[in-house]
């Protein structure tokens, strides 16, 4: 889980990602191009990630999608240490729209209660 922070996430998940793209642990290069974890070790597949991001305003769609790199980072780089399943939950628009950011959240909660079964 990550607040969105000028379009991206804070610093010290970035660190925690650059540490856990480790070149021949966590992915490694074969002659049909990269391959993640799961297919170098099989330790991974099946494995999912729940990501679940906060920010003031909607990024998901609308006029503010492509400036998003935040989710859109964490998914590929998880893709490329072999784990395809990313599922994500946008907390978004609370600073935008003040006065749903309550119901904003209830909702998220909610959705991460139903996406938690799948776990
Ligand atoms: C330094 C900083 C930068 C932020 N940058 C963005 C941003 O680029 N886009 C955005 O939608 N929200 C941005 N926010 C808002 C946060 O994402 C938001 O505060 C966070 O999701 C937590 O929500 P809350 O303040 O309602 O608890 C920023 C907040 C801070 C403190």
Redesign the pocket.
Known sequence: MN?????SFPPVLKMYIDALMVPGLTFTRANNGRRGLGGLTGTQQGKKVMHIQ????V?SHGE?KDIEFSHSYIKAAMKFIGIDDVQVIY??G??EKPDQ?AEIKEKAIEQAIQMAKGF
């Open positions: 607040p969105v922070w000028n379009y906060a920010s003031g305003t990024l503010f907390v978004e609370t600073s950011a």
